[in-house]
């Protein structure tokens, strides 16, 4: 019973098992985070030059601009719409006759048409654009800092362009079809004088300032002209389109609040002087056309009314004719206070339904039967008949005499009430047409703000240095991403599943003797003799031990240090990785198999001359070709002349036979060979020795190159114990790897 309510022993022990594992996986996170930071760091400091002179050049290019930019100024007004109102309130049926009532949007349409920018851009002639030639770039900050009262001096005896105080005025001019919205040029004589050349080159017409020059197809007007001899100005004679296209892209309007009937118009440009007498005459247009179209308007509806007044005055005529007689004829006849009440409301409708058939006609002038507005006045009319007959009905109930009187006196009143109120709303009309009447009115005038507008200079610097970062920080990311190589040996280790025995660190100071002894024919320097404590030798140190471990199981104590592709440091580490162990007691030789390329001799002062080619050849002895060094118990091989079948000396017999002798000679043999992707030498004398290491230098291989090198040399027989990683930077991975970084160095030396 006890056992039931136990907890099963494996559920114990699964427990915290899976609490673990659920540790590390929360660690493996934190470090794969951390990672990513450390390596965004890493290419940060990495490319720490090419960012700071990106971001420099964009600093430079924006201050670049903030001297030449023109200025930008904005110049506003405020408009106010108003809804047609009638003025003429003692006929208000017939207000449909003057058309709806005014839309916004209908006149922000208006504002930026052609009718209206049009003929402003005529009576500015801001279809002439005259201005003088300045040197490219900086010429323009030349002439806006130029403050003398004279044209300033050329720079550089650069007489043709401007550099301040330069001025011209055209006033007329007319140019071919063809020739519009073209550049001419315009060069300043003496004595105000000039000539207009067109666009290939060509004279047109000479002219003098102040009179109007007629060539064959140009003419031109210039009012003033303030320049050395010499000097050149573009001017362009704009089309319509084209002057109502630019000067529409510097005009915006827009109703401000919802409804509100106020428009808000603002003009950009870099004279505020310019853009405020510019947005002055849209307005002042755009109202003068607002009331001439009222004056139109007015002048339709008079003439309508004009044709209906002489019939209107014969029936008014006629009714009160007809009246006077039947009261003659009958004597003095008085309505009852009923049949009073029953005329005046068959007067309203009767001249209703008057106004409604005159409003029909006006809109049967523009719009057919089946429009909507003549059927909704159709409507109306329908039931105003309907109430006219209802009226009918009662007025046929009273006496013969009474119906008589009413039916007179009501054509009277309505004929009189008619005539009146057209007489009147004509007056009105004629006020109207006068032009003294709007719909709008400018309720602010245009006014310029003093500043400039848009970013301001402290801005544009700021806006130009993050412009650079972000920039050099995309350059860096995209040769980052088209070329992904192997920054760290932990790539290698998890990819391939070999060991990396050794992790080299940067040298500063073999970087310094390879440009000092660079093309230089004197013996160059070991760095493991000239600075034994370097970070490098350090870890050639490491080296040593590890290759000693290698090296126990095997009868050859022979080494291959071979390579993927050239350019790697194999032969730096051959070198200074022999001159270690031969420092540590051991005799070591090297031998420099690179038959093509070869150059160890260099390093230690030696002629190529009497090597591997010549023993092969069977020309020397290996006694002969067993070079010592200044190095203690360090001996060199080296290539002989350069042969022109390098792989067959390689698989001889001889030189097979080589490698055992000095294997039994020495207690340490270093092959140096080529690169294993670009010819089969390393393959071949892979097979020869006791242990083969290949090179890996940080930040120049995709692991896909690694992957074939290894793959080479298994398909030959030669089994890979493991890399040598080269050159790493230990600065990078400090910021990649925070304090998990590969390379530790500390300083142990003895007290004196």
Known sequence: MENEHRTPPSSQMLNPIMGAIAGQQIQREDEEESLAIGEIIAVVIEHRWLIAMSTTAFLILGAAWISIARPVYIADGLIQVEEKASGMSVLKDLQPLLGDSTTVSAELEILTSRMVLGRVIDKLKLDIDAYPKTFPVIGALFVRSYKGKTPADPWLNLRSYAWGGELVQVDALQVPHN??????????????SY??????????????????????????????????????????????????????ARFAVKERGKKSGILEASLTGSDAEKIVMVLDDILNTYMRQNVEQRSAEAEKTLKFLETQLPALKKEMDTAEAAYNNYRQARGSLDLSIETQNVMQSLVEVDNQIVALKQERDELRQSFTAEHPRVQAVDQR?????????????????????????????????????????????????KVTKAGTVGDVRILDAAAAASEPVGMKKPAVLVFSVLLGLIASLGVVWMKRSMRVVVEDPETIEIKLGLPVYATIPHSKDEEAIVKRFKGSKG???????????????????????????????????????????????????????????????????????????????????????VGISEYVAGNARIEDITKPTSVPNLWVITTGQIPPNPS??????????????????????????????????????GRLVGATLMMARAGCHPIAELKQAVKRLNHAGVQLRGFVFNDLDTERQRYRYGYKGYVYRYSYTAKS
Do not use: C, W
């Open 523 to 609: 013996p160059g320097e070991l760095l493991a003799v000239t600075n034994p404590q370097d970070d490098a030798i350090e870890s050639l140190r490491s080296l040593r031990t590890t290759i000693h471990f290698a090296l126990m199981d095997t009868e050859n104590k022979s080494l291959l240090i071979t390579g993927s592709s050239p350019g790697l440091g194999k032969s730096f580490i051959s070198k200074n990785l022999g001159a270690v162990l031969a420092q540590a007691g051991l005799r070591v030789v090297i031998v420099d198999a690179d038959l093509r390329k070869g150059h160890i001799n260099k390093e230690f002062g030696l002629r190529r001359e």
């Open 179 to 192: 020739a519009l919205d073209k550049s001419l040029t315009l060069v300043a004589g003496d004595a105000g």
């Open 195 to 248: 000539v207009l050349i067109d666009q290939d080159g060509n004279e047109v017409l000479k002219g003098q300032v102040g009179t109007r020059a007629i060539g064959k197809k140009y003419e031109i007007f210039v009012a003033r002209l303030d320049a050395r001899q010499g000097t050149r100005f573009v001017v362009i004679k704009q089309s319509a389109e084209t002057a109502v296209r630019q000067l529409r």
């Open 381 to 429: 009319l329908t039931r105003l008949r309907e109430r006219r007959n209802q009226f009918d009905v009662d007025i046929n109930r009273l006496p013969d005499t009474q119906q008589r009187v009413l039916q007179l006196a009501r054509d009277v009143e309505v004929s009189t009430t008619l005539y009146t109120n057209l007489v009147n709303t004509s007056q009105q009309l």
């Open 648 to 685: 067959e000396i390689l698989m001889h017999l001889r030189f097979e036979g080589l490698l055992e002798q000095l294997s039994k000679q020495f207690d340490i043999l270093i092959v140096d060979a080529p690169p294993i992707l670009a010819v089969s030498d390393a393959a071949i004398i």
